[in-house]
């Protein structure tokens, strides 16, 4: 295997052939009138404080007009344009099929994100769109087909307190035949925007693809911090955890045919419009190759199911600790609200609910260690800046802990929380929605009844 290089400006691109691409952004406007060029670029200047440097450019035929933008002091060159919103898709549901059907004009905006700050150039190219212009009603990010509501636009790239998260640049997807086999192929799109591999884990079983999932995060994360390993280079992901990247072309030629990742796969992914495999891409393997007769490089089986079964410490990167402490701390009043009109309820049901739906993620105390172990706790009581919980999972840094030990924690060390009510999850980032969904469960109405 290759020999880590003590230099992060060795290892990366290079060593993976990738190349950073186009991001772009769709914003849905409601009025009938189109903005003109005139229009949108006044309101950039307003929101950036200056004057942004802005040329003409040839439009193409469905597009009214075409500029390009230079903002201060920020590397990247913005081209934005006005067109029609296309027609739906009879098949196209959910938001985007709402929004497509009932905004008669899009702002489009397309760059290639810096590599050296990929995140703070999405955070400002998104904040531009939704900021300049708060009568957009959602923005769809083209790469990951995630489309960020109005509230979520507010609420994480306008709101005081807001900074970058990586976490906006990649999707997680899962591939599976609906007649063949029990595994699963799980990949990014996203990364490779960025200048690094997008990652594929192959061959996961059906009940272990969430534990794979959260693995797919934590590396991707890692990357953005550290930049992307050499192919074959061993990474410590977490506590006495360790895989590898190789080059998922050469690893998915032992796939079967037809199985999700296999090459005939890929190809046919490829012409039905995945984009994302027609990049560079990472698979994510063991430490050594596996067999009896002929090694081959496998999916890292014992880390995966570690994960599964919580007795797994995966390391967070600064950022990614920073982030979601500050979204943990910025909702934490609608978390305590929704759970104390819960247990407050006089129905017994939401109470029982209460009881299992409400968990906080927060260091495990008493631990004297410079990597921290973050772990989950089920809520019990909320006293004002006191939680009482009891463990879910046994910690591996205080393994006396049993589940369902009892612990008291400061609402200050709550870094994350979740909120299981009924089949949907809801986190720091859908607090309006946790508390219309609890109020629905309570039977009040929209005039408070």
């Not at 060795?10 to 190349?19: F, I, L, M, N, T």
């Not at 590396?219 to 190789?246: C, H, K, S, Y």
């Not at 172990?373 to 999972?393: A, N, P």
Request: proline residues 6%; hydrophobic residues 40%.
């Amino acid at each position: 295997m290759s020999e880590a290089s003590d230099d992060p400006s060795d290892r990366g691109e290079d060593d993976w052939g990738v190349e950073p691409h186009e991001s772009g952004f769709v914003a849905f406007w409601p009025h009938a009138d189109a903005p003109t060029a005139a229009e949108v670029i006044a309101a950039v200047s307003a929101w950036v404080g200056t004057q942004v440097v802005s040329e003409p450019m040839e439009a193409e035929d469905d597009s009214l007009w075409t500029h390009s933008v230079q903002v201060p002091g920020v590397e990247s060159v913005l081209i934005a344009w006005c067109e029609r919103a296309r027609d739906a898709p009879g098949d196209t549901g959910g938001e985007l099929g709402k929004l497509m059907r009932a905004c008669p004009w899009v702002i489009r905006l397309q760059t290639i994100l810096s590599t050296e700050e990929p995140a703070a150039e999405y955070f400002m190219a998104m904040g531009i769109l939704a900021g300049a212009f708060p009568d957009v009603t959602s923005i769809l990010d083209v790469v990951t087909g995630e489309l960020h509501s109005r509230t979520r636009l507010d609420r994480e790239f306008l709101a005081e307190g807001c900074e970058p998260m990586e976490s906006f640049l990649w999707r997680l997807s899962r591939y599976e035949h609906p007649q063949q086999g029990d595994s699963v192929l799980l990949g990014t799109s996203g990364l490779a925007r960025c200048g690094l591999p997008e990652l594929d884990l192959m061959e996961v079983p059906r009940e272990l693809a969430e534990a794979g999932a959260v693995l797919l995060h934590s590396l991707a994360g890692m990357m953005f911090e550290n930049g992307a390993p050499i192919p074959g280079e061993t990474i410590e992901i977490g506590d006495e955890l360790r895989v590898t990247l190789q080059h998922a072309a050469a690893v998915s030629g032992f796939l079967k045919e037809g199985e999700p990742g296999s090459p005939s796969w890929r190809a046919g992914a490829l012409e039905s419009g995945l984009s994302e495999f027609g990049v560079p891409r990472a698979a994510v393997c063991g430490i050594e190759p596996e067999g009896s007769f002929k090694k081959l490089w496998q999916w890292p089986r014992t880390v995966v199911e570690r994960i599964a079964a919580g007795r797994a410490v995966l390391y967070m990167t600064q950022q990614s600790v920073r982030v979601t402490q500050r979204r943990a701390r910025a909702s934490w009043g609608a978390f305590a609200m929704a759970f104390a009109s819960l247990t407050r309820s006089t129905d017994a049901a939401l109470r029982d609910l209460a009881a299992r739906a409400f968990v906080v993620q927060a260091p495990v105390p008493g631990v004297d260690s410079p990597r921290v172990e973050q772990s989950w706790f089920q809520v019990r009581k909320i006293d004002h800046d006191c939680v009482d919980v009891t463990v879910v999972d046994r910690p591996v840094t205080r393994p006396e802990l049993d589940p369902g030990a009892t612990l008291s924690l400061g609402a200050a060390s709550v870094s994350d929380w979740r909120v299981e009510l009924g089949e949907e999850v809801f986190g720091p980032s859908e607090s309006d929605e946790l508390l219309a969904e609890v109020d629905r469960l309570r039977g009040v109405g929209a005039d408070g009844a």
